[in-house]
């Protein structure tokens, strides 16, 4: 199969990689088409982490972590259980 050009866009990147995913998670690919299929996710992954980094810079909120356990734009997950805890509290009432 012929190489595919790297996404320049978010859209198209993020496109790629939900392309590989299931051709991966299905079984598609035989073992040789595995290699190029983790280069171009590695690539389109780029595209989709640089332009998220780019508007969480836009936005004020710096980069997002190192760790890729929650981000400037959806919270982390430590937010989102102290706003669930504080919600269990009123239900006992």
């Known amino acids: 199969m012929p190489r595919r ?3 320049t ?3 198209d990147a993020y496109a790629a990689l939900s392309r590989i995913a299931a051709e991966l998670e299905n079984g598609d690919a ?4 595995v290699l190029p299929l983790i280069e171009e996710a590695r690539a389109a992954y780029a595209v989709c ?7 969480n810079t836009a936005l004020g ?3 997002a972590p190192d760790d890729d356990t ?5 919270g982390s ?9 504080s919600s269990d509290e009123d239900d006992d009432f």
Not at 49 to 55: D, G, N
């Open 5 to 7: 050009d790297a996404p």
């Open 9 to 11: 866009t978010y859209r």
């Open 30 to 33: 035989d073992l040789d088409r």
């Open 70 to 74: 929650g981000s400037a734009l959806d």
């Open 77 to 85: 997950a430590a937010d989102r259980s102290s706003a669930d805890d």
């Open 49 to 55: 982490r640089s332009r998220i980094e780019a508007l």
């Open 61 to 63: 909120e710096g980069t």
